[in-house]
């Protein structure tokens, strides 16, 4: 199982980003997917989530309102469209798929991509 993350970089506050998840090795449509992202010194924290069927996505309450969650089944690659990006933001960012238990969990996902770096600065 292979997940490759892109789209990453550094972008100003209030700036956005599109994240790109590219999977292979699992029958995509099948697997729920999903977002997290790492900070410096902190804990990996959940940013987005979305099934199988891609309805009832859920998100962190930090980025709610400003993050989306979308997939492309035929391309078999997930997104995080990112908005009024904020330097809070700053974190390394994970995608993750066929989680096993709570969403929010970060041990409940088995699959993880390598992380792709997002900066949020002026």
Same mark, same amino acid.
């Given at each position: 199982?292979?997940?490759? !993350? ?9 700036? /956005?980003l599109?994240? =790109? ?13 999903? #977002?997290?992202?790492? !900070? ?7 940013v !987005? ?12 309450? =930090? ?6 969650? /979308?997939?492309?089944d035929?391309?078999?690659?997930v997104?995080?469209?990112?908005n009024?990006l ?15 238990? /709570? ?5 409940? #996902?088995?699959? #993880?991509?390598?992380g ?5 600065? =002026?």
């Amino acid at each position: 199982v292979q997940l490759q !993350a892109s789209g990453g970089g550094l972008v100003q506050p209030g700036g /956005s980003l599109r994240l =790109s998840c590219a999977v292979s090795g699992l029958t995509f449509r099948d697997v729920d997917m999903g #977002w997290f992202r790492q !900070a410096p010194g902190r804990v990996r924290e959940f940013v !987005a989530t979305i099934p199988r069927t891609g309805v009832n996505t859920y998100y962190g309450d =930090s980025v709610s309102g400003r993050f989306t969650i /979308s997939r492309d089944d035929a391309k078999a690659t997930v997104y995080l469209q990112m908005n009024s990006l904020e330097p809070e933001d700053t974190a390394v960012y994970y995608c993750t798929a066929h989680p096993t238990g /709570s969403y929010y969990n970060a041990q409940s #996902w088995p699959y #993880w991509g390598q992380g792709t770096q997002v900066t949020v600065s =002026s």
